[in-house]
């Protein structure tokens, strides 16, 4: 068997957690997997998993088999890298999960992606969900809350800050919360992602933290569904800025609670490992550091 297709085969099982992930990404079988990795156990005369029914693990030789190949396949794809720059051609397809909330950002980002490296295509998602970016196979996705995973590797785009706020129609009949911690008794439109769940946090007009928990009949990871709910005159909403600015400006919704700043958040992009980084994505995160440079508005209407 290919030596290069063995080790490819093997840090991909590692990195995906097992031989079927990894048959997916490298549109291999899981037997045609797990041949090649019998094939460099048998060549090396050591065991480099532990394979049970649930999961694989790393032997100890295997750890320090698998440090040693990430660094030679990382070397590999730079050299690629390094000659494909050279060429000014950039090709492939770039597979992007994104919020569904920053598609106005996003897609002008893949448009001059596309226009400027016209031999590249990209496989563009949206949703509102945390993705495995490695099982499911994404280069990268573009998050506003941090991502579960903590061995993702994260790039801050920009900063943006929710907005507390509810109608005219919920005021007229519930009446306005004065203090934060008014807010426990009123019904609160909550978003699932929200990196502190239902404990809502703020600072003061001191820089002070300050924070209430609340509860309400609405949870969701839909933006556009809480923003509806607002208008209807459902509950008090904290969601993000960007998203409500139009409807503040026409006075559709009442900002509430102006002394108390909620918590700056980031726009991140996420991706896999730093070894695997390969030049579409390094150029696609460049062009969203500077277009996001470019629309701060866009972000954050209240910066």
């Avoid at 991909?12 to 990894?22: P, Y």
């Avoid at 037997?31 to 050591?46: D, P, Y």
């Avoid at 239902?198 to 556009?224: C, I, M, Q, Y």
Wanted: charge should be neutral.
């Amino acid at each position: 068997m290919d030596r290069l297709t063995s080790l490819t085969a093997f840090v991909r099982v590692v990195d995906s957690g097992g031989f079927s992930a990894a048959g997916r990404r490298l549109n291999m079988s899981t037997a045609m997997i797990s041949n090649h990795v019998h094939a460099l156990e048998e060549r090396l005369g050591v065991r480099l998993l532990n394979r049970t029914t649930r999961k694989i693990s790393l032997t100890e030789a295997g750890k320090a088999y698998y440090d040693r190949c990430t660094h030679i396949l990382a070397d590999l794809e730079q050299a690629d890298d390094i000659a494909g720059a050279l060429q000014a051609t950039l090709r492939g397809t770039l597979r992007v999960y994104t919020s569904t909330s920053m598609v106005p950002l996003v897609s002008s980002v893949v448009t001059e992606f596309l226009k400027s490296y016209p031999e590249a295509s990209v496989d563009l998602t949206m949703g509102e969900r945390s993705v495995d970016l490695i099982d499911e196979g994404y280069d990268i996705a573009i998050r506003l809350t941090p991502p579960p995973d903590s061995s993702s590797i994260v790039r801050s785009l920009a900063t943006w800050r929710h907005v507390l706020c509810c109608s005219h129609d919920y005021l007229e009949k519930h009446g306005r919360p004065e203090r934060l911690s008014d807010l426990s008794s009123h019904n609160c439109l909550r978003h699932a992602l929200y990196p502190f769940e239902d404990g809502w946090h703020f600072t003061d007009r001191d820089g002070a933290p300050a924070s209430v928990k609340v509860s309400g009949n609405l949870v969701t990871n839909s933006g556009e569904t809480l923003r509806v709910a607002a208008l209807q005159g459902v509950g008090i909403c904290l969601a993000a800025g960007f998203l409500f600015h139009d409807d503040l400006e026409a006075n559709r919704l009442v900002r509430l609670l102006p002394e108390y700043r909620p918590v700056e958040l980031s726009m991140i992009a996420v991706y896999p490992h730093r070894h695997q980084l390969s030049v579409k994505v390094r150029t696609f995160i460049d062009l969203l550091v500077r277009r996001s440079a470019k629309r701060k508005k866009l972000i954050d209407p209240f910066s």
